[in-house]
């Protein structure tokens, strides 16, 4: 089953089918966030897919090491800790700590190492200092480039115009014009009154592509399988990390290339530089949007489209995964008869043909979770005639148990908990119908309902669940 996996590879250009450097385990790297303000939603689709990756890979029986840097050193993170009069540990720390509680919230499985990029100094200065006695690099009024007139492969991942190059310019910003065809910086000189290390290439800090090539190799090796990020970065991070790592080590740096398309709001991409972003604490915590319905909305677009986040998709997650939830509350709260396994085996093995045929189709997602919808459907209609037996309940509960090891979309913290104002009137309201008081229980029911929740009175007691806000409410984005 394994060597049917495929991806789109951003090298080739084309679909290929995925085969690991070693049987059994896939070197993984992703390009984590640059801490210098609280990531935002549109990161976290990156973050979302990558996840998505790693955990179907996971659930194919696959062993991944996956290694995400941190960058906390970066020209914004120095402008800004610099104006503050505070160190960059300091001013990154609570953005660090920010994007940790987001992964957790959102049920992103942590990275196995997260390399920060001011641990890592020494290595990048080594980088550098190979990479002049090789020819690549050259000094300049103490900033080191690389020579891109050395690197006859540049641009094969972008596929970028190498006419546009201008031989002899550098650049020396982490953010430059994607047109631009220029020599990069790979170490920067002091600049009067910023952070600086003093190292054997003179007093200064390192470029931001380095860090990505050092510390990739570091604790995945100089060729590994998967390497990931926004499509923003093919060009000219990911390329120039290419250049870098393969001229140091005279290997190919990585296999497979994959890279999300954006998350954009009004036709726009969600950046801080446009001002359209929004946080996944701003998003939860403040707007009260249940972090697993992030985490669908997040996921159920295909990687390679452009999601388009809207309130209204946003309710379509909440449904979606009420659907989910709502089976699961169903398998686990009825009663069921003994008996044998009758249609549900065949609708579990044809919705598991579909969930992996689908993402091993490039990740599929859409063909994936039709064919958990399509079984929950079907599934719905023999639950209601009385048709599943105790074994068939366990098994279908166990088949969403395990494609929700790739969905991660039933994770506990995603379970809602009431303001405690509302479960103390669902609680008037049972003893009002324990006292008879049908008038003042279904009062409450309706004022409960006016506010999204519903009551629905079973043989356990009563439950409720929320229905998805409406466009106007103010948990929408
Ligand atoms: P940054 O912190 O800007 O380096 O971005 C971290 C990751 O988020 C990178 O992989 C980017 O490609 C990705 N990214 C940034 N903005 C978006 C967006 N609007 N949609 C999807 N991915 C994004
Ligand atoms: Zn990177």
């Not at 290997?251 to 497979?256: A, E, G, S, T």
């Not at 697993?292 to 996921?299: E, N």
Request: glycine share 8%.
């Amino acid at each position: 089953m394994k060597n049917m996996i495929q991806f789109f590879n951003t090298l080739s250009g084309r679909l290929e089918h995925f085969r690991p450097l070693e049987k059994g385990m896939v070197k993984f790297y992703t390009c984590g966030p640059t801490v210098y303000d609280y990531a935002h939603i549109g990161n976290f689709r990156a973050y979302m897919f990558e996840d998505l990756l790693k955990r179907f890979l996971l659930f194919m029986g696959y062993n991944v090491k996956h290694v995400m840097n941190i960058t906390d050193v970066e020209d914004k993170i120095i402008r800004a800790a610099t104006e503050m009069g505070i160190s960059l540990q300091q001013y990154t720390k609570v953005y660090t700590e920010a994007f940790f509680q987001d992964l957790e919230r959102l049920n992103i499985l942590p990275a196995d190492v997260y390399p920060r990029a001011t641990e890592h100094i020494p290595e990048m200065v080594k980088m550098v200092r190979a990479l002049m006695e090789k020819g690549y690099a050259y000094q300049k009024d103490g900033n080191y480039y690389f020579d891109l007139s050395r690197f006859p492969d540049y641009g094969r991942l972008s596929k970028i115009d190498m006419g546009a190059r201008k031989a002899g310019v550098r650049i020396d910003s982490d953010e430059y014009e994607k047109e631009s065809v220029h020599d990069f910086a790979l170490w920067k000189a002091k600049k009067p009154g910023e952070f600086f290390w003093d190292t054997e290439l003179g007093p200064g800090r390192p470029g931001w592509h380095l860090e990505c090539s050092v510390m990739s190799s570091k604790y995945l090796g100089e060729t590994f399988d998967i390497h990931c990020g926004g499509v923003d970065n093919i060009f000219p991070h990911h390329e120039n990390e290419i250049a870098q790592s393969e001229a140091y080590s005279g290997k190919q740096f990585v296999k497979y290339w994959l890279h999300c398309q954006h998350l954009v709001r009004d036709g726009k991409k969600m950046s801080k530089s446009k001002g359209n972003t929004i946080s996944v604490q701003d998003l939860t915590t403040q707007q009260g949007v249940d972090p697993m319905a992030l985490r669908m909305l997040l996921l159920s677009t295909h990687y390679r489209k452009m999601l388009n986040f809207t309130s209204d998709a946003l309710h379509q997650a909440e449904s979606s995964l009420q659907r989910i939830r709502d089976f699961l509350y169903e398998l686990e709260t009825q009663s069921f008869p003994e008996g044998g396994l009758s249609g549900v085996e065949t609708l579990i093995r044809e919705a598991e043909s579909g969930f992996v045929s689908g993402l091993s189709d490039d990740l599929n997602i859409s063909t994936a979770l039709s064919a958990v919808f399509g079984m929950i459907k079907k599934a719905n209609i023999l639950l209601s005639l009385g048709e599943v037996s105790h074994k068939g309940a366990m098994r279908l509960r166990s088949a969403i148990q395990s494609w929700d090891s790739v969905l991660g979309v039933l994770s506990d913290r995603g379970q809602q908990t009431l303001p405690a104002d509302l479960q103390q009137r669902i609680d008037q309201r049972e003893q009002a119908r324990v006292s008879k008081d049908f008038a003042l229980a279904d009062r409450i029911r309706d004022e409960l309902l006016a506010q999204g929740i519903v009551l629905e009175d079973t043989k356990e007691g009563v439950r409720w669940k929320t229905i998805p806000s409406s466009p106007s409410k103010k948990r929408s984005p």
